[in-house]
């Protein structure tokens, strides 16, 4: 069993890469009266900001070599690291070892290196740190004796635990212990993916031979798919703003495992339309109801009029900041879940703060084109990894198969529909006019259903689907879809094309005079 007295501190090494808050830690250590030890540039900042330090090399009686690959790699230094108070002090002592209380290390920078470009292997090999990780797991292993530092948000905690209790406790050793051991595997893993990664790229193969996963956990959930069901929300590093996963919470009750996978949605398929106010509303992970507007209110509106049964309860984003005036009309409405949007405006914030159940999420600004991303969905006994499903169809990628071609009117609604279908779950049909969803069919097992379906719900809302155009996220394996929508009035369709029956599909689009157009991508969601 560890001791559990305080260990206080009188010795520490500092030796980081990231220099952010380094001179303000060392400041207040020396006002304690720590002795402070370093290498290389840190030791270099901390005499320039007029500190005491001494250099490693002066405890090892060692020169730094080989461009500083060597410097911290000596038994005065680990076993300063090691060495247990009160079982080892003879040899430590015979052999002129003298405890280190405090390392502070954060380790070279491999993953901002091999982020860039331009970055040759030679160049990443030169920044995979050695020594750093060594005397990290050294600290942290002797964490019954020895506080460990790898994160600047830490330094402050740990100086306000020097000054108020005159040394560090277990729990607060062993938690920064377990940071200290999850750093350097997540930086051990980073490593051997990326070397993985360019040998198989070499051979033609995109993916890497591991996938080291690192997350953090955020927060823990209300509860997760069902209330019986424990649940937490993990994020990776440097996760982005712009994301439902890292959205500030302005209001609202606890969030839910469901909460956060339908505001995902809701925020992935607004995204989709960049300039324009829109709205998306979503209900179990589909989208029930997509429109653009010449503002929030207009384009929430025209959303929630196509399909209101399913709103309720439902999940709002926009690709605005969020107006008071919405808000008051999204809560005169409806009952909802989650609103979320870039921003939420202080009269949005007032209107919602008089229904403390609603969760109310900033999510900051995002770019116009997101980064390269993969995406991993567990199945027993492994994960399936994938690219990231984008849409980066163009005009001329479209293929006009049917006799009659598209009216500019119909292209903009087949466009519109297109975007929407691509975060609908699959068998995905989009009912379409006028920059606004008019019924969605989604998750059937067959494709003929999410026809019949969607038009239903138009049916049901009370929506016209004279003149509407329909896209389908495949292909349309028989006609029997195209009648379907040509019954309800449909008159343009959007669809990957690819069926064995293409040609008979586009002769029923001939038959009801309708315009077809081949987009020649699948875009399944299951």
Same mark, same amino acid.
């Given at each position: ?14 030796? /980081? ?16 009266? @720590? ?11 901390? *005499? ?5 330090? *001494? ?12 461009? !500083?690959?060597?410097? $911290? ?42 982020? *860039?470009?331009? #970055? ?26 020895? +506080? ?18 005159? !040394? ?9 212990? +377990? ?19 360019? @040998? ?29 069901? +424990? ?7 440097? &996760? ?20 956060? &996978? ?6 992935? #398929?607004?995204?989709?339309?960049? =300039?324009?106010?829109? #709205?998306?509303? @979503? ?7 997509? +429109? ?13 009029? #196509? ?20 808000? &008051? ?33 900033? $999510? ?36 006009? @198969? ?27 049909? /989009?009912?379409?006019?006028?920059? =606004? $969803? ?27 689907? %004279? ?27 959007? %669809?990957?094309?690819?069926?064995? =029956?293409?040609?008979? /599909? ?18 399944? *969601?299951?």
């Amino acid at each position: 069993m560890f001791d559990t007295t305080l260990a206080p501190i009188r010795r520490a090494l500092l030796s /980081v890469s990231d220099k952010h808050g380094l001179l303000d830690l060392a400041r207040a250590l020396d006002a304690l009266g @720590v002795e402070l030890l370093s290498t290389g540039g840190s030791a270099r900042a901390l *005499r320039e900001a007029g500190l005491p330090v *001494r250099e490693v090399r002066e405890i090892t009686g060692f020169p730094e070599i080989m461009g !500083g690959r060597i410097k $911290t790699l000596h038994p005065r230094i680990h076993g300063g690291l090691l060495g247990r108070r009160g079982t080892d002090d003879a040899v430590m002592a015979e052999h002129g070892i003298a405890p280190i209380d405090l390392l502070v290390v954060n380790l070279y920078p491999f993953e901002q290196t091999v982020a *860039r470009p331009d #970055c040759g292997l030679d160049e990443a090999i030169e920044n995979i740190d050695i020594g750093g990780p060594a005397m990290l797991r050294a600290a942290a292993k002797n964490h019954a004796h020895v +506080a460990v530092l790898v994160d600047p948000a830490d330094y402050a905690p740990l100086i306000e635990a020097l000054r108020g209790e005159g !040394g560090t406790t277990l729990a607060l050793r062993q938690r920064l212990a +377990a940071k200290a051991y999850a750093h350097t595997a997540r930086y051990d893993g980073l490593i051997a993916d990326w070397l993985g990664a360019q @040998v198989e790229h070499a051979r033609g193969e995109p993916f890497a031979p591991t996938l080291h996963l690192a997350l953090r956990r955020a927060y823990s959930l209300r509860y997760g798919e069902n209330p019986h069901q +424990a649940g937490a929300l993990y994020l990776e590093a440097g &996760a982005a703003s712009g994301v439902a996963a890292t959205a500030r919470v302005l209001g609202g009750k606890e969030l839910s495992y469901n909460n956060l &996978a339908d505001a995902d949605a809701a925020l992935e #398929c607004v995204k989709a339309f960049q =300039r324009t106010p829109a #709205c998306v509303i @979503v209900k179990h992970g589909n989208p029930c109801g997509v +429109a653009l507007g010449t503002d929030n209110l207009e384009a929430y509106q025209a959303a929630y009029a #196509c399909d209101p049964t399913s709103a309720f309860g439902g999940i709002i984003a926009f690709n605005q900041a969020l107006d008071g005036a919405t808000a &008051a009309a999204i809560l005169a409405q409806q009952f909802v879940e989650v609103v979320l949007a870039p921003e939420i405006g202080t009269d949005a914030q007032a209107a919602f703060a008089k229904k403390p159940n609603v969760r109310v999420l900033a $999510t900051g600004a995002w770019p116009e084109q997101a980064p390269p991303a993969r995406e991993l969905k567990r199945v027993a006994g492994g994960y399936l990894v994938q690219d990231t499903d984008r849409d980066t169809l163009l005009l001329t990628d479209l293929k006009v @198969v049917s006799r009659r071609v598209p009216s500019s009117t119909e292209l903009r609604d087949l466009l519109f529909a297109w975007h929407v279908a691509m975060y609908v779950k699959s068998n995905a049909i /989009v009912y379409a006019h006028g920059g =606004r $969803t008019l019924g969605i069919g989604a998750g059937q097992t067959s494709r003929v259903i999410s026809t019949r379906i969607a038009a239903l719900k138009a049916q049901e809302a009370g929506l016209d689907l %004279q003149g509407a155009a329909l896209a389908s996220d495949a292909f349309f394996p028989f006609r029997d879809g195209i009648d379907t929508a040509a019954a309800a009035g449909v008159k343009a369709v959007i %669809q990957p094309g690819g069926s064995m =029956r293409d040609a008979e /599909v586009i002769a029923a689009a001939d038959e009801h005079g309708m315009t077809m157009v081949f987009t020649g991508v699948r875009h399944f *969601r299951h």
